[in-house]
């Protein structure tokens, strides 16, 4: 395997060389375990940790490597290995973290297509594709909607469910896919590029890792069997894990995601939900809040029925989301930079102490 298989660039090479980094072995993170991470290299895999003083220096999670993040090592035993930098990144997945305001939590780096993996049962729900797709725009990735479990719905039902997505999402590939039958997985396996790096969304239980074993021809992840009083796989992911297909594609696996926060929408949520901004540029005043005003063109659409109004609600209520975090992330800011104003006086004053 080359580090080309691996996803490497003619730029990554450049920055390597212009920052000094070409003594150094190159890796893909391909696992995070804990802060102890698995990099593969072009000859072998190492389990690495960050160097000390990386670490000391990291400001938040971000400044931590994540699964697909390109990184340079030195390589200290048969398989251990110490990470002294981390390569730009050219896209990073993220959502809100859970329970941390002003936090994100990193999903997976370097991504070039989001793979949207939802079951056609119970977990089918519209908002929520909405939201993995925003996620997506906001990183400037590929979004592709995978339906998964077909098999499960009765005559007509699939019709039903793309016909649903169809008034809500436009312009974005839908694959349907079923493991009983094994429809539909081929179409999926064409749509991989080599080279590309994709990264599976979705709960837990909807068919992530049953799909990653039909592109892989092997039974990479471990799939639990579907409980009868949900008609939903048991969930057995339980870490990021990069794979390289045999056609050349590269697949990161993810745990499935109960919360879909919402972290930085810049651009995300205005290409997820562009009719309603589009609509909002014949508003009559700049600074409508599309809530009450007359002459509002967002809810003159809604009132003649040419503006869905699920697909309203939905985005006020992920623009709040999104409002919150900034503020969140601001006053987070705010108090971390007085805490190190606080702690710079801390340290002046014992130096001057000394003397």
Not at 37 to 56: C, K, M, P, Q, W
Not at 129 to 142: F, M, P
């Amino acid at each position: 395997m080359t580090l080309k298989d691996l996803g490497y660039t003619p730029a990554l090479e450049t920055y390597s060389n212009d920052q000094g980094l070409d003594s150094f072995e190159v890796g893909r993170v391909i696992a995070e375990h804990r802060e102890r991470y698995a990099v593969r290299t072009a000859d072998s895999i190492f389990d690495a940790e960050l160097l000390g003083n990386l670490r000391f220096t990291a400001e938040s999670r971000e400044d931590f490597p994540a699964v697909g993040d390109w990184v340079a090592l030195s390589i200290y035993d048969e398989d251990k290995a110490l990470i002294h930098g981390i390569y730009p990144r050219h896209s990073i997945i993220a959502r809100q973290a859970v329970g941390k305001k002003g936090e994100k939590q990193i999903i997976a780096t370097n991504i070039d297509f989001g793979l949207i993996v939802q079951s056609v049962n119970r977990d089918f729900n519209i908002n929520r594709l909405e939201r993995y797709l925003t996620i997506c725009h906001s990183a400037e990735i590929e979004p592709i909607i995978v339906l998964s479990k077909i098999d499960l719905l009765e005559t007509g039902g699939l019709e039903i469910a793309l016909d649903e997505i169809a008034n809500r999402i436009k312009d974005v590939k839908v694959v349907p896919v079923s493991s009983q039958t094994v429809n539909g997985y081929k179409k999926v396996a064409d749509i991989i590029e080599k080279g590309k790096t994709y990264c599976l969304l979705g709960s837990s239980g909807v068919g992530k890792s049953t799909l990653l074993n039909h592109l892989s021809g092997r039974e990479l992840m471990e799939t639990g069997e579907i409980s009868e009083s949900i008609d939903r796989g048991k969930h057995v992911t339980t870490h990021r894990e990069l794979v390289v297909l045999e056609n050349g594609g590269i697949l990161i696996d993810n745990p499935g995601m109960r919360e879909v926060g919402i972290a930085d929408a810049t651009g995300g949520l205005e290409m997820t939900f562009d009719e309603i901004l589009e609509l909002a540029e014949d508003c009559k005043y700049k600074d409508c809040t599309h809530l009450h005003e007359e002459e509002c063109a967002i809810l003159e659409a809604l009132a003649e029925g040419e503006l869905d109004q699920d697909a309203y609600d939905n985005y006020l209520k992920m623009y709040k989301e999104k409002m919150h975090y900034e503020a969140s992330e601001e006053d987070k800011k705010r108090k971390d930079k007085g805490f190190g104003k606080m702690m710079k006086q801390v340290k002046k004053a014992r130096k001057q102490n000394r003397y």
